[in-house]
C-alpha cells in the first residue's frame, strides 16, 4: 500500500489471480487511539474481452432533430447480450435489457423535453461476461418549438387607458434567450377585425449593437393619430425570435384617440344608373313611362340612387338632391322629400310607391313664384342618417327618395330615359362615426 498524500491511500490488486466470480473489495483503517473503520464493495472478475460490432444508427452525427426521435441500433456479442444503456449528455436516460448474441434496440427520445442546441446520444453495452463498452459520441442539434422560450414584451407607452393625440410615442421593452429579429408596432380599431402595422423594427439595423440579434433592447416607434378616427383602439407590441420554429409575443393596450380637429368629411355622388330607376306614378298606384318626372300633385316621385359607399351608422353632415328643369316653369311649387325606409330598396315597377315605408324625417322643399331653375334641395342629412343607421344598411346599397305634394304646384324634371347627363343626383357629405 503507498500513500498519496492527504487522505489518499492506495494499493494494487492481481485481478488475473482470482477465480471468475463475485470477490469483496474491502479497506480498514486504524487511529491512534485503536479505534477502526471499514468500507467494502462487491465485484465481478471476468475473463477479458469487449463487446463486438455496436452500431448506433439513428440519430447519425450532425443531424438536427425535433419531436419525438427514435434512438436506435443493432449490436452483437458472442458472449450473449445483457443489456444496453442509452445516454444523454452523460445522463442515463433509458436501459433496455437484451437477449441472445444479435439484437436491434430501439428507444422514443422525446426532444422537446430537452433546450434547443447540441447535445451528445452515446451507448452503453454489457453482456452476459460482465465485459463492456461505449460507443463513439453522435452530437446531435436539437431545434424544437416546444423546447425553445419564446420572447418576452412589454409595452411601456402609452399606458392601458390611456387617452392620446397628434403624433405619440408607443415604446416597448423585449427580450429573447436566442436574440430578436423583429419589433411590429401595430393597432386596431375596436370595431375591426383587422391590424393595421404602422412600423417594423429589424433590431440588426439599430446602431452600437454587439452582436446581429440582440437578446434585448428598447424599441419605440411614432404614431400619428390625426390620421384616425376617434375612438377606442388596442395598440400592441409583437416581438419574433431567431429560432427555426418561430415564436412571439404579444403586449396589448387599450388606448382612445382623442384628436380635437375633427376629420375631414367625405364626400360621395349617388346616381341613377338603370333605366325606371327614376319613375314617377299617379297618386303613388299608377306607373307612367314617359321620358320625363313630374313632381307636385298628384304624383308620387321615386328616385332609385346607386353608389354611395357610405360606412354603416357613419355621421351625415350634409346631403342635398339635385334636379333639372325639363320645362321653364316660374308657378311656386311645395314638395316633401321622404326616404325609403330600407337598408337596400327594391326596384319601383310593379309596385306602389305610395305604401312604401317611409323615413320619420322629412323635408319640405319649397319653390317660390318666379324661380324657373330650382335645382339643389334644402339639406336632407336627418333622411340619409335615418336610411344608414339601419340593421340592413351596407355601403353600396341602394338609397331610394320619394319627393310628394305638400301644397301646390307641378314641375318637371330630366329623368334617366330622357336625358341621363342630367337626371337626378344625391350629394352625401358624411364622416366616420367615433366608436
Excluded at 444523454?88 to 437477449?99: K, N
Excluded at 460482465?130 to 436539437?142: E, G, I, K, L, P
Aim: overall charge negative.
Amino acid at each position: 500500500m503507498s500513500y498519496q498524500g492527504g487522505n489518499l491511500w492506495s494499493a494494487s490488486w492481481d485481478a488475473g489471480t482470482a477465480s471468475q466470480t463475485h470477490h469483496v473489495l474491502a479497506v480498514s483503517a486504524t487511529d491512534a487511539t485503536g479505534r477502526t473503520s471499514m468500507e467494502a464493495v462487491d465485484v465481478m472478475v471476468s475473463a477479458a474481452g469487449t463487446p463486438s460490432n455496436i452500431a448506433l444508427d439513428s440519430p447519425t452525427e450532425g443531424e438536427t432533430v425535433s419531436g419525438v426521435v427514435s434512438v436506435s441500433g443493432l449490436i452483437s456479442d458472442q458472449d450473449g447480450l445483457r443489456a444496453v444503456r442509452i445516454y444523454i449528455d452523460s445522463a442515463l436516460r433509458s436501459e433496455i435489457p437484451l437477449q441472445g448474441t444479435t439484437r436491434s434496440f430501439s428507444w422514443a427520445w422525446d426532444t422537446s423535453q430537452m433546450s434547443n442546441g447540441q447535445h451528445c446520444v452515446r451507448l452503453y453495452l454489457y453482456d452476459q461476461a460482465y465485459h463492456s463498452a461505449w460507443t463513439d459520441s453522435v452530437h446531435v442539434t436539437v431545434l424544437d418549438a416546444l423546447a425553445d422560450t419564446p420572447p418576452s414584451i412589454s409595452l411601456l407607452t402609452p399606458t392601458n387607458g390611456q387617452a392620446i393625440s397628434g403624433e405619440v410615442e408607443v415604446k416597448a421593452s423585449a427580450a429573447d434567450d436566442l436574440g430578436l429579429t423583429r419589433i411590429v408596432f401595430r393597432y386596431r380599431r375596436e370595431s375591426d377585425d383587422a391590424w393595421t402595422a404602422f412600423a417594423v423594427i429589424d433590431p440588426a439595423d439599430m446602431d452600437n449593437l454587439t452582436t446581429p440579434f440582440p437578446t434585448s433592447g428598447l424599441y419605440a416607434a411614432q404614431l400619428q393619430t390625426s390620421a384616425l378616427i376617434n375612438g377606442s383602439y388596442s395598440l400592441q407590441a409583437v416581438a419574433y425570435d431567431t429560432a427555426t420554429y418561430v415564436q412571439t409575443a404579444t403586449a396589448t393596450a387599450s388606448i382612445t384617440v382623442q384628436n380635437t380637429e375633427p376629420m375631414p368629411p367625405i364626400v360621395v355622388t349617388g346616381t341613377i344608373a338603370v333605366p325606371w330607376s327614376d319613375h314617377y306614378q299617379i297618386n303613388g298606384l299608377t306607373d307612367q313611362f314617359t321620358d320625363q318626372i313630374l313632381i307636385g300633385s298628384p304624383f308620387h316621385a321615386g328616385f332609385h340612387f346607386t353608389g354611395l359607399d357610405i360606412p354603416r351608422n357613419a355621421t351625415t353632415v350634409s346631403s342635398t338632391l339635385t334636379l333639372t328643369n325639363l320645362w321653364y316653369q316660374t308657378s311656386s311649387c311645395c314638395l316633401r322629400i321622404e326616404g325609403e325606409l330600407h337598408g337596400n330598396p327594391e326596384n319601383f315597377l310593379g309596385s306602389s310607391l305610395a305604401f312604401r315605408p317611409r323615413t320619420t324625417a322629412s323635408v319640405i322643399w319649397t319653390i317660390p313664384h318666379g324661380v324657373a331653375s330650382f335645382g339643389t334641395s334644402p339639406d336632407l342629412r336627418n333622411i340619409i342618417q335615418e336610411i344608414v343607421s339601419l340593421p340592413d344598411w351596407r355601403p353600396g346599397s341602394k338609397l331610394a327618395l320619394f319627393i310628394t305634394s305638400a301644397g301646390t304646384g307641378t314641375r318637371a324634371v330630366n329623368c334617366y330615359e330622357g336625358n341621363r347627363a342630367k337626371a337626378a343626383r344625391l350629394n352625401v357629405s358624411y364622416v366616420l362615426a367615433p366608436h
